[in-house]
């Protein structure tokens, strides 16, 4: 933006200033816990000691930031190529029935065989819910932020009708499908230090948190150490330049999108074959939205994207050991802690820059203007 | 003549539906054109219900519900604002935002205040806007065609329902034959042009958002207070984006606006009515593909496919003043 923003180090600009952007989130959230009779303090310690304080506390903390840092990751790659990819709750969805297509019917198959099946299933469905935007953004200049929007509706609506009517089994009146057969399971963290023979406290954390964390890796490979990442970056910050250095802006939005949709379906992993073992309604459960809050929290680098999903997964399972020791609270507060959190971080990230930027260059800033 | 009839409860029941989406359709107008984008119209129509639903509990007037609601809704609506035009914030992000406050806050609130899990009160049919039977509606029924639209069409819808239909030329009429509505197009399209005739830009857009706020209260204020009789979680379902929808769909202009509203409106109407019920050749058409028709069609427009959707010019861009 405007001028400031170049006086400032490194550090201010990607530690300083989100970091009070997310005090005052706090603040305002301490506020709302005031209002519903609830100490603002004692409620951070019940908060903290639920998502560290005891293993199976930290397993879920783990379980939730992996969901986020596929939701991150995936807003910022598109975020990237100057692409706003408000859909990876859709993609999510789609990329479900693709990790459920494999599962149910090659359960039989050894899970080595397995688990790469279910990562290129949920990768290819959540890639090709987002061709759809992608392409009619890249051919026909349909704004991608209502064309994905859109099109989480629509994957709602399907995700439905195939629960309902076509993938749950006979006779049952639950709209899911049949528990994955034991070797389309993806392996618990505690099993597999189990067999280690290393005892550490049970949850749902499983293999794909690993897999996250290989995902952010190659995001942050892909797009500062190939060209292909450039030529994204170049894209997203001067797309006329692109097209003028002879990049095909058209072909890089798809890829962008495609990749973007690709890494939302990876939630299914975690939550579909890593936890519940079946494709069952509204799992994505609102963490492909968060991913935006993630993704601009983590200034849209895959390292600020893994420690601001671990602070989300901390507000995902502190928020819920709250809400089990404080019945006041309910789970819904994390919902508003996450809103503020996507309203200071996101969207009133600007308003502390300038009076930040006044005090670290103040009389050589305040000298030129004058 | 009992099709006839048919047809007419469904036309009664679409415009039930159609009016919380005409009244957060004409909202997103105002701010949209103002160049100010709002995918929070979900999240505003939410406070609004629930502010509607919580007053009209306390007060037992519907009146003050209303008010309730405009203002809760006005208020949020001046933080997209704020966060968009004062801060030049990213307005898609400020929309999200919204919507997940406003998603938790009415459930937490109304959950801290009732204890009703998440719900308000039942409201008892004087704190409600109530439906308006109409002189000789019932003696008018059996009359063929005049009767049916006179009893079961414009007879019979609350009061909140007439105000939304005013709002369509209400809303053309400000827009196209006013000064402010002249600048409000103005500021969507080309905000530096406005600046240089001396008109303030910011002060413009608060203006368009506020419109848009007080109609977001009016569609909340409808959910709860008078199509159903208290507040439930998250009971926009949705609406807020179908309402976005039929703002694109209309291309963003009042009259096609009511038509886009009532079309929505129409489809769920009979997507209800034809739940279960089997068609000759087609079969029984899954309700779920009915509700995506909405959203499948918008997407189509916007390919061009059925027209061609140009948003205003300046949408979704923060103006900076030149230096």
Redesign the interface.
């Known amino acids: 933006?405007?001028g400031p923003s170049r006086e400032l180090p490194r550090w201010v600009d990607i530690g300083l200033i989100p970091l009070i952007n997310l005090l005052a989130a706090f603040l305002v959230t301490g506020i709302?816990f005031l209002?519903?009779?609830e100490s603002p303090v004692g409620s951070v310690a019940i908060m903290l000691n639920g998502a560290f304080g005891y293993g199976s506390g930290l397993g879920y903390t783990l379980f939730y930031t992996t969901n986020f840092i596929f939701t991150g990751l995936a807003f910022a790659v598109a975020f990237h190529a100057g692409l706003?990819n408000?859909g990876a709750e859709g993609q999510a969805y789609l990329g479900g029935l693709g990790v459920a297509l494999v599962c149910l019917p090659l359960g039989f198959l050894p899970m080595v065989v397995i688990i790469p099946l279910a990562i290129l299933g949920a990768a290819l469905f959540g890639a090709g819910w987002a061709f759809?935007?992608a392409y009619?953004q890249a051919k026909?200049?349909?704004?991608v932020?209502?064309?994905t929007?859109?099109?989480n509706?629509?994957a709602s609506?399907?995700m439905?009708?195939l629960l309902?009517?076509v993938m749950s089994p006979k006779g049952s009146m639950n709209p899911e499908t049949r528990t994955f057969d034991p070797n389309a399971h993806l392996p618990l963290i505690h099993d597999v230090f189990a067999g280690l023979g290393i005892e550490i406290a049970s949850s749902p954390l499983n293999l794909s948190f690993v897999w996250a964390l290989v995902c952010a890796v190659a995001v942050w490979l892909l797009l500062w150490h190939t060209t292909l990442g450039y030529q994204l970056r170049v894209l997203g910050a001067n797309p006329a330049a692109a097209a003028y250095a002879g990049m095909k802006p058209q072909r890089l939005i798809i890829i962008a999108m495609l990749i973007s949709g690709a890494l939302s379906g990876f939630l299914a992993l975690n939550e579909i074959m890593g936890a519940q073992n079946r494709l069952l309604l509204e799992f994505t459960a609102?963490y492909g939205?968060v991913g935006?809050a993630v993704a601009?929290m983590g200034r849209s680098h895959p390292f600020g994207i893994v420690l601001s999903a671990l602070l989300f997964g901390v507000l995902y399972q502190g928020g819920a050991d709250l809400s089990f020791e404080r019945p006041?609270?309910?789970r819904?507060?994390?919902?508003?802690?996450?809103?503020?959190v996507?309203?200071f971080a996101?969207?009133?990230?600007?308003?502390f820059r300038p009076h930040i930027a006044r005090l670290f260059s103040g009389s050589r800033l305040k000298a030129k203007e004058a | 003549m009992e099709w006839l009839d048919l047809i007419a409860q469904i036309s009664g029941s679409a415009i039930r539906f159609s009016v919380p989406l005409l009244f957060a359709c004409l909202a997103g107008l105002y701010s949209e054109r103002s160049g100010v984008?709002d995918?929070g119209l979900e999240g505003k129509m939410l406070v609004g219900a629930f502010a509607a639903g919580t007053v009209a509990a306390l007060t037992g007037s519907a009146w003050l519900g209303l008010l309730a609601a405009i203002l809760a809704s006005v208020f949020f609506a001046l933080?997209h604002g704020?966060?968009?035009i004062t801060?030049?914030?990213?307005?898609?992000?400020?929309g999200?935002?919204?919507?997940?406050?406003?998603?938790?806050?009415t459930?937490?609130?109304g959950?801290?205040w009732f204890d009703l899990g998440?719900q308000t009160p039942q409201l008892p049919n004087d704190a409600r806007f109530m439906v308006i039977a109409w002189p000789y509606a019932e003696t008018l029924r059996g009359v063929p065609v005049i009767g049916q639209i006179y009893s079961q069409i414009l007879s019979g819808q609350n009061i909140l329902v007439y105000f939304a239909f005013l709002a369509v030329p209400l809303t053309w009429w400000l827009l196209y034959r006013t000064r402010f509505g002249l600048r409000l197009r103005a500021v969507g399209e080309n905000p530096a042009a406005v600046d240089t005739a001396g008109i303030s830009v910011p002060a413009m857009r608060y203006a368009a958002v506020t419109c848009c706020g007080v109609l977001c209260g009016f569609a909340g204020a409808y959910l709860s207070i008078a199509q159903s009789a208290g507040f439930i979680e998250h009971m926009t379902a949705?609406k807020g984006?179908i309402a976005?929808?039929a703002l694109?769909f209309a291309k963003w202009r009042p009259v096609p606006a009511m038509w886009a509203c009532l079309l929505f409106g129409v489809l769920e109407a009979v997507a209800i009515r034809l739940q279960g019920v089997p068609i000759t050749g087609i079969g029984i058409v899954?309700v779920?593909?009915m509700?995506?028709v909405p959203?499948?069609l918008?997407?189509v427009l916007?390919?061009?496919f059925i027209g061609r959707a140009v948003?205003p010019k300046a949408g979704g861009v923060p103006y900076?003043k030149e230096k």
């Open positions: 933006m405007s709302v209002a519903i009779g706003f408000i759809i935007p009619l026909r200049g349909s704004h932020v209502i064309t929007i859109m099109f509706f629509i609506a399907l439905i009708y309902v009517n609102g939205f935006i601009l006041s609270v309910t819904d507060m994390i919902v508003v802690i996450q809103g503020l996507i309203l996101g969207a009133l990230e600007h308003m | 984008f995918i933080l704020f966060a968009s801060h030049r914030g990213n307005q898609i992000v400020s999200v935002a919204i919507n997940f406050i406003a998603a938790g806050l459930a937490q609130l959950e801290t998440g949705g984006f976005l929808a694109i899954p779920q593909l509700q995506a959203y499948i918008t997407v916007l390919a061009g948003a900076v």
